[in-house]
């Protein structure tokens, strides 16, 4: 396998992107990292290829999501920033479906298929790091997860890196119940929000107001764009 080589990002720069270095350098082996990023910071397709990159040819990273299309659509999104599909170097796998290789260095997983992974495999042999995304969900499965990848850092991989990623949550408290645990914050990207109100006429069903309204502000994107 070749060096890691992100293409061009089709979205432009994110706010997660100047932290990146920080973040690799705060994830030392056997560290554990807390990173609170908004949505549309960047957090799930820029953190993991940022620490990929950074890994040995031989080493591997899991990103854990909690829902299958979230597993699938990070995947996608994060192999097409390597101009490939998932099954090379990024790759997923959920229940009843895999797409991994012998190429493949980042897995995209549920928490329920690492849950059994980690049942048959509890030293996480070859696995660098864990990457926990939407940690602010609070599923039950995500919980037990952290747990017993925390007593399998204890037990017998004390180099494992630990990164837990969430939007919302605030993670100062849970910092405080992980010995060592940093935590780093990223600002999120806003947009203009216009508040328009249309009021109803006499007598006019409510299908017939919503779509005055979509008219109305069609026209009104037209004449924006002309």
Do not use: W
């Not at 829902?67 to 390597?82: E, N, S």
């Not at 796998?93 to 495999?121: H, I």
């Amino acid at each position: 396998v070749g060096p890691l080589t992100v293409g061009p990002p089709t979205v432009g720069p994110l706010p997660i992107d100047p932290l990146l270095p920080r973040i690799r350098d705060a994830l030392q082996p056997g560290a554990t990292l807390l990173l609170q990023a908004p949505p549309g910071a960047g957090k799930t397709t820029r953190v993991p290829l940022a620490l990929l990159e950074a890994l040995p040819p031989d080493r591997k990273l899991v990103l854990l999501e909690p829902r299958r299309l979230a597993a699938r659509g990070a995947a996608q999104r994060l192999a097409a920033a390597l101009g490939e599909t998932p099954g090379g170097r990024v790759g997923y796998r959920v229940r009843l479906e895999s797409r991994c290789s012998a190429a493949t260095r980042l897995e995209v997983q549920t928490t329920g298929v690492f849950l059994r992974q980690l049942q048959a495999d509890p030293s996480l042999e070859g696995i660098d790091g864990v990457l926990f995304d939407e940690l602010h969900e609070r599923q039950a499965e995500a919980d037990l997860a952290l747990a017993l990848v925390r007593q399998a850092r204890q037990l017998l991989r004390p180099d494992l890196r630990l990164l837990l990623m969430s939007a919302t949550l605030d993670l100062e408290p849970l910092a405080r119940g992980l010995d060592g645990a940093q935590v780093i914050t990223s600002e999120g990207r806003g947009h203009p929000v216009e508040v328009l109100h249309q009021p109803p006429r006499p007598e006019e069903p409510l299908e017939r107001q919503l779509l005055r309204a979509l008219e109305s502000q069609d026209r009104k994107s037209t004449r924006l764009n002309s």
